[in-house]
């Protein structure tokens, strides 16, 4: 089969729903495989709230923004808040941390990692349920600074 013959075979099968064709021909296969399409998506746009109450909201948090540090994720995995699930959690709301404490582990393909945080204070909220998954970026605690 020649190179020709098989850009035939593609050109036929773009506008077909045909996901998968083998041929031999001479002692040669030749297996053409492809994902299914879809041709289109039922996506509707998430509710926007109202401009002037979503200002508000922003200029209440700026204050509050700079009065904490947040300690996003890292990498993708699982949160555990404890070494061991029998173990006391690493730290609590209203734990006194320092820079450097290990707060929580986020186990991604079987290995632990250790959080730490980033400055020295209290820790005011912890937004991540344990065992939870986390995706890269997303604030794990947020901390008071001493």
């Known amino acids: 089969m020649e190179l020709n013959e098989i850009k035939q075979l593609l050109e036929l099968l773009k506008n077909t729903d045909i996901t998968e064709l083998q041929i031999e021909r001479d002692g ?9 399409f879809i041709s289109s998506w039922d ?3 998430p509710a926007r709230p109202s401009a002037q109450p979503e200002v508000k909201e922003t200029k209440e948090e700026a204050p509050e923004a700079q009065k904490t540090v947040t300690i996003t994720a890292p990498i993708v995995g699982m949160f555990h808040r404890s070494p061991a699930p029998e173990a006391a959690p690493f730290a609590e709301v209203g734990s006194v941390v320092k820079k450097g404490q290990v707060l929580c582990i986020i186990e991604a393909m079987k290995l632990m990692n250790e959080i730490e945080s980033d400055a020295d204070g209290t820790v005011s909220k912890i937004l991540v349920e344990n065992g939870q998954p986390v995706e890269y970026g997303e604030p794990l605690f947020i ?3 001493a």
């Open 28 to 36: 040669v296969k030749v297996k053409i495989k492809r994902e299914k």
């Open 43 to 45: 996506v509707s746009p």
């Open 143 to 145: 901390i008071e600074p």
